[in-house]
């Protein structure tokens, strides 16, 4: 057996360099592992699904060859967003595995895992690992299905419940990822006026790298937008699941700011409903939950993380700083899905005269920085983690769900270890600039006396 790199094996899914941590040899193993958990949670069949990648197509294959010399059965959906394959096990309470680099690099490819309706993350995804390196496969004759009516049934879905109230003018900048055609199709059947941008599928990126999360991504996004006069612009990343916007005027509107708008919405419709949220959003969002009469939940980074805390609270809505949004009431779709979420925003704006820009006015507004992304090594960024959770802050209240958020008293700073990147993450907030940059400076400052040598992890 090929020698495995263990670190391809992540919190929220699996992910590495193609081919070289992560190849066909690699993924057929994974499948042979994926296919006898499928099997051992009493079910007898895998939906495969895959993004626009060059090496998508032959992981699929590897992938599936794994599976079904298991014995477990495939059922093939087609290349197709993350959301196509999520949403249908979602309503049977089957199984998937979602071919896809996301929003990394081009050379990047991964997989993402649910077995018995239930997303796969954390210690469920090194089980996997533990087989692989145990060589304990179920053996047998699986059989390959075609199963295209999966990706119909999701874009069918798409088209349902949204028709515009009033015209709009939409610029959407698919990436070159796998949901450009579908974002296109669905935008249009809704009554909008499209200004495209990189919606033909092509993994090789030609435009930009597909992650909506970095502002110069939009650059091409915010120039359509000013030079069309459009409402609104929206891109989505790879496997399009997440969502990024730039408003009526080119600027960037970060996730955890336009959900203000979902919350308003869905707490007029389900007063007092719990919202979820991850611990890099916005104070202003908590605040405007408690306001409206709802339960703020703040939970730890990760789509995986979402999923979770939507089954346990049956939250109608759940959002995070990335752009995963995820609507659960009574028209969504129940998964994090970049399209339909830039749906529903056409939706919401046509309703009322007011541009997006207007609606997002009538909140606070702080100083906030994007994520930003401190390079060390990965396998030390936890261990890193671990010692400014302990060692860190303690003149100030902090929370530590998800690395560390830390209090102060004009703002809040967080810092934690990515899960998909070497790298600690880091976002601020604050009620002004100075603040803001008092806060940056106190908080680098602690980090270096903690970790003296984190500069030459850079």
Known sequence: MQQIATEIFREYDIRGQYPLKLNESTTQQIGKALGSEILAAKQDRCYVAWDGRLSSPSLRDALVSGIISTGCDVYLIGAAPTAAAFCAIKQSQQSCAMITGS??????????????????SGEDITVLLSRIQLQLFEEGQGNIHQAPEVFEQYQSQLKQNFKLKRPLKIVLDAGNGIGGPTALSALKNMGADVIAIACEVDGNFPLHHPDPAKSKNLTWLKQAVLEHQADFGIALDGDADRLGVVDDRGNMILPDRLSLLFVEDILKKQPGATIIFDVKCTDVLSDFIQQQGGIANMIATGHTSMKKAIRETSAPFATELSGHILFNDEHGLGVDDGIYAGLRLCQLISEQPHSLSQRLNAFPNPVSTEEIQLPVKDSEKFSIMGLIQSHGFKDHDTFTIDGVRIQFD?????VRASNTTPCLTLRFEASTQDHLDTIQFHVMEELHRIIPNLAENQ
């Open 103 to 120: 929003h990394n690099p081009k050379q990047d490819n991964g997989i993402k895992i649910a077995v018995a309706g239930t997303p796969r």
């Open 410 to 414: 004009h703002g809040w700073a967080l």
